[in-house]
C-alpha cells in the first residue's frame, strides 16, 4: 500500500541510484523505507536492474582516437564550477559514456561538497541490499572481484587483527566518477572506505554524526566514513596505513 510520499520517495530511490542524492535526501529516504513495503520493493527492483546490467551488459574501451577527440573537446576541469563538473548533462551521450569508460578528465574535488557526497553514500550503504556486491571476508576474493568494473586496481586490506574486520566491498559513484567502496565492521559499526587514484592532503571532520577521515595511501585517495568516534575511526585509518 502506497503512502503519499511515495511518489516523491520513488524519485528519490532513483536519485539514490545514480548516485545524486544528498545526506538531507539519504536520511529522509532512509527513514522512510523503514516504514514502507512499496518504497522497499521499488528499491530492490532496481538494485536487481542495477546488478544485471554491471554484470550482462558487455563493456568496451573507446578507441584511442575517439579518447582525445574527447579530451581535445572538453573544457579545462578548472574553469567550470563544482556543480557542473559533476551534474553536467551537456555532453552528448555517446561523450559520456566513452569518458565514463575509458578516462577520467578531472581529478575529483577534495572539497566540502564531497564530503557530503561521501556521508550520503555511507548512509545510502547502510540500507538493506545497498552495503555490499561481492560478501567476503577473504581480500584475495574481494580484489579480483573489482578487475573490469574499475579503470584501476584499488587496495584491499583484511584489519582484522585490528578489530576491523573485512566484510565486502561494491562500485560507487562519487564526483563523477566510477569508485572502490571496501566495508569494514567494528563491533557492531560499519566502516565504508571509498577509494580511487590520486593524491590528497589529511583531513577530519564529520557531517550529521558521522565522522570521516580523507587520507592518501600509496597513489590513492581514500574516505573512511562511519559513525564511529573520531579517535576510532582514526585508528581504522592508521591501521590501515600501517598495513602492507
Not at 73 to 102: E, F, G, N
Not at 198 to 204: K, V
Request: charged share 20%; proline share 6%; net charge neutral.
Amino acid at each position: 500500500m502506497t503512502s503519499p510520499d511515495c511518489a516523491e520517495m520513488e524519485l528519490l530511490l532513483q536519485a539514490d541510484h545514480d548516485g545524486e542524492l544528498d545526506i538531507q535526501g539519504a536520511a529522509r529516504l532512509a527513514a522512510h523505507l523503514q516504514g514502507c513495503a512499496h518504497c522497499r520493493a521499488v528499491q530492490s527492483e532496481l538494485e536487481q536492474l542495477s546488478r544485471r546490467l554491471r554484470s550482462e551488459v558487455p563493456r568496451f574501451s573507446a578507441p584511442a582516437a575517439l579518447r582525445a577527440a574527447i579530451a581535445a573537446a572538453a573544457p579545462a576541469p578548472a574553469a567550470l564550477p563544482w556543480h557542473r563538473r559533476v551534474r553536467s548533462r551537456a555532453w552528448p551521450a555517446l561523450a559520456a559514456a566513452a569518458i565514463a569508460a575509458s578516462v577520467t578528465f578531472a581529478v575529483l574535488p577534495q572539497g566540502p561538497d564531497l564530503a557530503d557526497s561521501v556521508v550520503a553514500s555511507h548512509i545510502r550503504a547502510l540500507q538493506p541490499g545497498h552495503l555490499m556486491d561481492v560478501v567476503s571476508t577473504d581480500q584475495h576474493t574481494v580484489k579480483p572481484w573489482f578487475d573490469g568494473r574499475l579503470d584501476f586496481a584499488p587496495p584491499v586490506k583484511d584489519l582484522a587483527a585490528s578489530g576491523f574486520p573485512l566484510t565486502g566491498g561494491r562500485l560507487d559513484y562519487l564526483g563523477g566518477r566510477a569508485v572502490a567502496a571496501l566495508s569494514y565492521g567494528s563491533a557492531r559499526h560499519v566502516i565504508n572506505l571509498a577509494i580511487w587514484p590520486g593524491q590528497t592532503t589529511e583531513a577530519h571532520g564529520s557531517r550529521n554524526g558521522y565522522s570521516f577521515v580523507r587520507f592518501s595511501d600509496r597513489g590513492m585517495i581514500l574516505w573512511a566514513v562511519s559513525d564511529l568516534n573520531a579517535n576510532e575511526l582514526q585508528r581504522f585509518v592508521e591501521n590501515w596505513k600501517e598495513e602492507r
